[in-house]
Nanobody
Framework: VQLVESGGGLVQPGGSLRLSCATS????????MKWYRQAPGKERELVAT????????NYADSVKGRFTISRDNVKSTVYLQMNSLKPEDTAVYYC??????????WGQGTQVTVSS
């Protein structure tokens, strides 16, 4: 099983980034996908969730209206579009999969830094 995040980097406040998480080794189309983040000295925080079919999404209050989670079940990839970024969005962002059989898989994380 592999989950590989990409798309992180340094961006100015108000800017945008699109994170991708390419997966393999499990049945992506039946997995619930999530994005988490962890800032230095803080606990890991659930940012966004998308159902297996993509028809249902949920967001942390802190990112509602700014972030959008989506998925491509053909490419086995989940995305996180992040707009209007703030310094407090700075964190390592992790992709997480909950398979149909409730197996829990994680990516290695990608750093997002919002700073002028």
């Amino acid at each position: 099983v592999q989950l590989v995040e990409s798309g992180g980097g340094l961006v100015q406040p108000g800017g945008s980034l699109r994170l991708s998480c390419a997966t393999s080794g499990f049945t992506f189309s039946t997995a619930v996908m999530k994005w988490y983040r962890q800032a230095p000295g803080k606990e890991r925080e659930l940012v966004a969730t998308i159902s297996s079919g993509g028809g249902s999404t949920n967001y942390a209050d802190s990112v509602k209206g700014r972030f959008t989670i989506s998925r491509d079940n053909v490419k086995s990839t989940v995305y996180l579009q992040m707009n209007s970024l703030k310094p407090e969005d700075t964190a390592v962002y992790y992709c997480n999969a909950i398979s149909f059989f409730n197996r829990d898989y994680w990516g290695q994380g990608t750093q997002v830094t919002v700073s002028s």
